[in-house]
């Protein structure tokens, strides 16, 4: 499965080749750039760095990112420290467990050789320190939509908030992750199969509870400008729909609060205004997503961002009871192993 950030880099850049306007990039119509996508933390490793080949756009249906295979990756510091990264899946490069470690204040820079003999290096990244979450609490709202026969219906959505201190030193960027976790109850036992147009009963024997975890899925960044040294309060992390699946026990949301460098803040900056606003033929040409890799011969510049950052973590269980919003049961008369993401093993938070 593709981390979050690997899924959102690849949306952005199929909005890109969709617009109206071109991107304003020297590329042939059969250019197959390199993807980075790594993250070097203060949290104990192995960190992880995948590699991919963007496609010309008119192969996507067939296979519009392919990885990167066979190549040598050297993760160093600013005080002599390096570590050669093992292949451990296809294109998916790893740290050992007793690797190479990220330190608050040093500096950090990915080398790549690829299996071919292109050469490309990051721009070295410090690793910044990030303030506490102070505390992870949520709203629930109503909303109007439109639902599939164009009527306008009313849901109800779960805003989640932070509060976090915004150091008045220095300035700050930051960037919020997060992976949600709920209960499922489906009803394996109900299971029909459709037979010469007639459903017919096929009950199955499991399984009937089941967890669904699900990656980030946007990018939520910001700045200090606006606060430096006051309190970052009430900002929106991620807002969930009441839903049945969702909410039919308890919701265990894990959120994450890391730093980021300007050049990082830029760059995810940019990625998120390609995701919400791409596509529409009236919206402006895409912005050139600069990352910070370069090939060190051509000069070419790689798609993606090598990081680092410091990470502070906060959870939030939200149970059905406190919504305050009534919610119907949920019907799935089916194992529930085949809902995405799901599984049978109870997480050790839960």
Not at 57 to 64: P, V
Not at 103 to 124: A, D, H
Not at 128 to 139: G, H, K, M, Q
Not at 236 to 253: M, S
Request: glycine residues 6%; negative net charge; aromatic residues 8%.
């Amino acid at each position: 499965m593709k981390s979050g950030f690997h899924l959102i880099l690849s949306i952005a850049l199929l909005l890109m080749n969709s617009c109206i306007d071109p991107l304003d990039l020297e590329i042939d119509d059969q250019a197959e750039m390199l993807v980075v996508d790594g993250l070097i933390t203060n949290e104990p490793g192995p960190y992880t760095v995948r590699l991919s080949r963007s496609k010309p756009y008119d192969s996507y249906a067939d296979n519009w990112s392919a990885v990167e295979m066979g190549a040598t990756l050297i993760l160093s510091d600013d005080k002599g420290n390096q570590e050669t990264l093992t292949e451990t899946a296809p294109g998916r490069y790893q740290t050992s467990v007793a690797g190479l470690q990220g330190q608050l204040g040093s500096t950090y820079t990915l080398s790549i050789r690829t299996k071919s003999g292109e050469t490309y290096t990051s721009v070295p990244e410090t690793l910044r320190p990030v303030p506490p979450i102070d505390s992870l609490y949520f709203e629930v709202r109503p909303q109007q939509v439109l639902n599939e026969e164009d009527v306008e219906v009313t849901i109800h959505v779960v805003d989640v908030l932070l509060d976090a201190p915004d150091p008045e030193t220095e300035k700050n960027y930051y960037l919020w992750q997060w992976q949600s976790t709920f209960q499922v109850n489906t009803q394996p036992w109900d299971y029909t199969e459709k037979i010469r147009g007639v459903r017919v009963p096929r009950p199955k024997d499991c399984c009937e509870v089941c967890w669904v975890t699900g990656p980030t899925n946007s990018v939520n960044v910001q700045e200090d400008r606006l606060l430096n040294g006051g309190l970052l309060s009430r900002h929106v992390v991620t807002q969930i729909p009441v839903t049945e699946q969702a909410f039919g026990t308890k919701y265990h949301l894990e959120v994450k609060q890391l730093s980021l460098s300007e050049a990082a803040y830029d760059f995810w900056r940019i990625l998120k205004a390609q995701i919400e606003n791409g596509g529409s033929i009236q919206d402006p040409p895409p912005a050139t997503i600069i990352g910070n890799i370069t090939n060190t011969v051509t000069g070419e510049r790689a798609l993606g961002f090598f990081g680092a950052s410091a990470v502070t973590r906060s959870s939030l269980v939200i149970r059905r009871e406190e919504l305050g919003v009534r919610i119907g049961p949920y019907v799935f008369p089916d194992d529930c192993r085949v809902i995405t993401n799901s599984t049978t093993e109870r997480p050790v938070f839960w």
